[in-house]
């Protein structure tokens, strides 16, 4: 039988990576602790509840863009809030207050769920998706459950206003 050159080469290579991978599977238990370390008890931490429901969230009779317009306007004229950014495909703000960052959430409600009634839940979640339940995001849910209303409906107004048209510009003759 003819080999390649080289060919033993890398049968060798693949079977001490093969070897390589299957020690580490035959590493048997360890044996008992020493007496001073096995005597020494060892503090347990209690186990922390995850959060499943974002405190604060709420709900509000509106369409979902325009609460989350008016979010915006409500977030960038609060003091303490920094805007980091936002997603309008989304349906996000970025926020940090009081060092926690977080996002706020315009998302429309299912019909089965209103009962064939537009609403929009506001809420808020880690930057990684998960439900928050900080005193800093409850704060801010707080003020813009209490703006909202008054903003949402200024938002719509502003909409509906006719547009202003610019005077035209005359050519020299």
Known sequence: MRT???????????????????????????????ADAASTPVPIASPVAAVTVTRGEFTLPAHKLDVWNAVGQIVV??????????????DLYSLRY????????????????????????????????KPIDTDA???????????????VERVRAAQAAPKKKAPTKRGKP
Not at 9 to 34: D, K, M, N, Q, S
Not at 98 to 106: D, K, N, S
């Open 98 to 129: 009081r060092g926690v960052e977080f996002f706020i959430l315009t998302k429309s409600m299912t019909a089965a769920e209103t009962g064939n009634v537009i609403r929009t839940r506001v809420t808020a979640t880690t930057p990684a998706g």
């Open 77 to 90: 004229n609060s003091r303490g809030v920094e805007y980091l950014g936002r997603a309008q495909m989304l």
């Open 137 to 151: 995001t409850a704060d801010v849910l707080a003020l813009l459950q209490r703006a909202l209303p008054a903003e």
């Open 4 to 34: 390649r050159p080289g060919g033993c080469t890398l049968r060798i290579v693949l079977v001490a990576c093969c070897v390589a991978l299957a020690l580490p599977g035959c590493r048997t238990a360890r044996g008992p602790e020493p």
